[in-house]
């Protein structure tokens, strides 16, 4: 009776609602990408990562009022590192989303983290994830075959997206043992400190319009605030690894953002590129989660 008992709890009931929490992210934070990149040819990239950033930064700050427990000087150094890593990655992909399909550019960016995992392994097979994943790189590149050039600048901002992504795991990790409220509101407020300053000079006193600031605020609540909250809760009910390998489905649920919000069209030899280095990120993340 006991095991029927255990078993009931891991039935439909029991897994259905951190399975949608974890879907759920992943659209909200993609339809959120594709709905940033539609106010673009109001204040640019640029500014909409300020006004994303900047609204963020203020509301964490509110809620969490970090300044009552002051950081040690060594912690207060990766904090800041932790925080130039998130800005600096939110400035760059929103760039390349500028110039090259979203579903493309969060492949590309995807690249970090899985860097990170297998810099750290010691496992041969985790080098087989990598050979994937450098074959969908290799179909994104300007070949011959591939007739559909995507543009360099686009390209070159994706993967320094990428190596962003990379050091801001590296340097969350090393302040993880601090409170994580107050670790993100301070890491929040230096990318904000060095997303606001390059809006500014993109956009100018248009940044600060009511519907950029309102379409700031959605962005906000779709890209950052509802995802976090929904992959919080699917974290606290679901294995390390099956959360990894769902949420490596995130570049072709960009692609699908990015069709049906703004009708970008990508060639089958892009989808295919999607789906290797989909596979060796959720590849990577099942092998790693069984160690």
Not at 143 to 172: Q, R, S
Not at 209 to 219: D, E, H, T
Not at 237 to 251: D, E, H, K, M, T
């Amino acid at each position: 009776m006991k095991g029927a008992a255990s078993a009931a709890s891991e039935t439909p009931t029991g897994t259905l609602a951190p399975l949608l929490g974890v879907v759920g992210s992943l659209v909200s934070v993609n339809v959120g990408a594709a709905y940033a990149k539609g106010l673009f040819p109001l204040v640019g990239s640029a500014g909409i990562t300020a006004v994303r950033v900047g609204l963020a930064a203020i509301l964490l700050l509110a809620f969490w009022r970090p300044w009552r427990a002051p950081l040690a000087r060594r912690d207060a150094i990766n904090v800041a590192i932790y925080g130039f890593m998130l800005g600096m990655m939110n400035l760059l992909i929103y760039a390349a989303f500028a110039r090259i399909p979203i579903g493309v550019a969060i492949a590309i960016e995807v690249i970090g983290p899985l860097a990170v995992v297998v810099l750290s392994s010691r496992h041969l097979r985790d080098f087989a994830w990598v050979a994937c994943a450098a074959g969908g790189l290799w179909l994104l590149a300007p070949t011959t075959k591939n007739a559909v050039a995507l543009d360099p600048v686009g390209v070159a901002a994706a993967l320094a997206a990428a190596f962003c992504w990379a050091m801001y795991i590296v340097f969350g990790k090393r302040v993880s043992t601090l409170k994580g409220g107050h670790v993100v509101s301070w890491g929040m407020l230096v990318a904000a400190l060095c997303t606001v300053p390059v809006g500014l000079a993109q956009a100018g006193p248009a940044l600060f319009s009511a519907p950029v600031l309102l379409g700031g605020l959605v962005v906000a609540v779709l890209s950052s605030i509802l995802p976090y909250s929904l992959e919080m809760m699917a974290l606290s009910r679901l294995p390390r690894r099956v959360f990894g390998i769902l949420v490596s489905a995130g570049p072709a649920v960009g692609a699908l953002a990015g069709f049906f919000v703004l009708g970008e069209v990508l060639t089958t030899v892009q989808w295919l590129a999607i789906g290797l280095i989909v596979l060796a990120t959720g590849g990577s993340a099942a092998t790693a989660g069984r160690r």
